[in-house]
């Protein structure tokens, strides 16, 4: 009987998340995802256009991966409000407000949902398998545009780094070693089923970290962006906005591990790209 509900159970969770890849693959919304760092008045301006805000749209913003939410609400309210006069919303959810349905349905309906930076982790501890994620998954399932920076930005991702080592328990802004199984990753809300974000990423030399992702994850691509700079995704089109470096790495060759766990392979896929450049995800 416990087999009998185990293999329904996996068959029922493997369904949903095929369903799931599908509709985000005909998703009618954008990704606007923030490296980290500031956000010049051109990046800000590029993420007005790619909203396309209509006088009476409205923003949400969800600050709950910072540890001062006031604070992370503030400062976008500042950067946004030089390139727009469009109402903007602050929602902190908390675990005592996630079946909110006011809340929620604001959220549905905002046409630009903006995610803060902070940590990701925290971000996804208050709305993982919650209504709220749902809500966000459903407006960009119907247009709406799904922003985010730094913490934000990983966020994305179906499977999401957090930062953390597996081996090394102390926090490192980059990896000091390539070893088999070392990045710790966790549930983002899945808006990119095909991909993994990384954040600040030549700034902080997160190489060692991006590969270690793609060591994991093989048929993925793997996303490095750096500060003041965006990537803004429809469907499997990216295209690079802002002053600074887009790195994407995939389709490694020979992937391999040594008996002490090393990561070695003969080749990958590595390009660079800045401002105004596209590429494909998945291609």
Sequence with gaps: MRIARLVITIICTFCWALAWTQKTRLASGK????????????LMKSLMATAALGVKDYVVVLPMSSEEPDSAFRYFNEDFGR???????D?????????NERRLDSLRHARLIFITGGDQARFMKIVL?????SAIQDAYINGSTIAGSSAGAAVMSKYMVTGNQITDTAYQSTFKKLRRDNIEIKDGLGLLTNA???????VRSRY?????????YPSLTCIGIDEATAIIVHGNRVRVSGLGQVV??????????TSEGLIKLKDLHFSI????DTFFIGK
Excluded: W
């Excluded at 060692?208 to 994991?216: E, G, P, V, Y």
């Excluded at 994407?248 to 591990?257: A, I, N, T």
């Design 196 to 202: 993994i974000v990384d954040q600040h990423f030549i």
């Design 91 to 99: 929602l902190n959810f908390t675990s005592a407000t996630v079946n």
């Design 129 to 133: 398998n919650t209504p709220v994620c």
């Design 208 to 216: 060692n970290r991006l590969i270690s992702a793609l060591a994991k």
């Design 31 to 42: 990704l606007f995802i923030i490296g980290g760092g500031d956000r010049p008045l051109s």
């Design 273 to 276: 790209y800045t401002d105004g």
């Design 248 to 257: 994407v790495m995939r389709k490694p060759e020979r992937l391999q591990f």
């Design 83 to 89: 390139v727009s006069h469009n109402t903007i919303v």
